[in-house]
């Protein structure tokens, strides 16, 4: 499985190339090509922006450019759910450029699974957004949200009493406990009646200003 990046992030190709993703943006980058290139992986960034399932927020996060506005690598894995290969690649684009890894997802019990499952694969990562917490701040309207069913509920529980690296991040336990109260799960896409840019605009800008995450 590929994933998408767009950012400040040089590696050798396989058979010699250069690839450079904050010229060639929204390239599709595999596990292979990434381990082809040993340690010829170079970036001037200062974060791996994670966006886990959401199109909506990469397209968004590309398209006003805030990996040229923020020192950032934006990397999208469209897969439901991280594949093994995925969570190899961004842990060694982490471990070798040394970079915090922070997490962009909607909110929603399967996204904190998604997040636990990078954690256990040894890519340590911070949850960014959306949270709970966020919508709850943002007064969004009910409209912007759906009501978590019965699989979400059962999820978002299993994850509270069973799930070891959420047990270990009272943060996420919180923001979990939150998702549950108002029993309703949000995508990042709802963020866009605030406005067309608020994610890239206003959200992002103040979260990283913030060093808002968890």
């Known amino acids: 499985m590929a994933v998408f990046i767009a ?3 040089r590696y050798c190709e396989y058979g010699g190339g250069m690839a450079d993703c904050a010229n060639d943006r929204g390239q599709q980058v595999t596990l292979r090509a990434v381990e082809s290139c040993g340690d ?3 970036s ?3 974060y791996i922006i994670l966006v886990v399932g959401s199109y909506g927020a990469y397209f968004r996060l590309t398209k006003d450019e805030v990996d040229r506005r923020f020192p ?5 894995t469209p897969d439901p759910v991280p594949e093994e290969d995925t969570i190899s690649l961004v842990r060694k684009m982490k471990e070798q450029l040394d970079l915090p890894v922070l997490a962009i997802a909607d909110s929603n019990p399967r996204s904190v699974k998604n997040f636990s499952l990078f954690v256990a694969g040894g890519c340590d990562i911070k949850w960014l957004g ?3 917490s966020d919508v709850v701040a943002l007064k969004m309207h009910p409209l912007c949200m759906r009501p978590m069913n019965s699989k979400d509920l059962k999820l978002a529980q299993r994850l509270l009493e069973k799930d070891a690296v959420v047990k270990q991040r009272p943060q996420w336990v919180e923001e979990l406990k939150k998702m549950v109260e108002i029993r309703s799960k949000v995508e990042v896409d709802a963020l866009s009646p605030l406005g067309r840019s608020f994610l890239s605009n206003v959200y992002f800008p103040d979260k990283m200003e913030a060093q808002d995450w968890i």
């Open 130 to 132: 959306l949270r709970p």
């Open 40 to 42: 010829d992986m170079t």
């Open 44 to 46: 001037n960034a200062e």
């Open 7 to 9: 950012g400040d992030l």
């Open 72 to 76: 950032c690598i934006i990397v999208y």
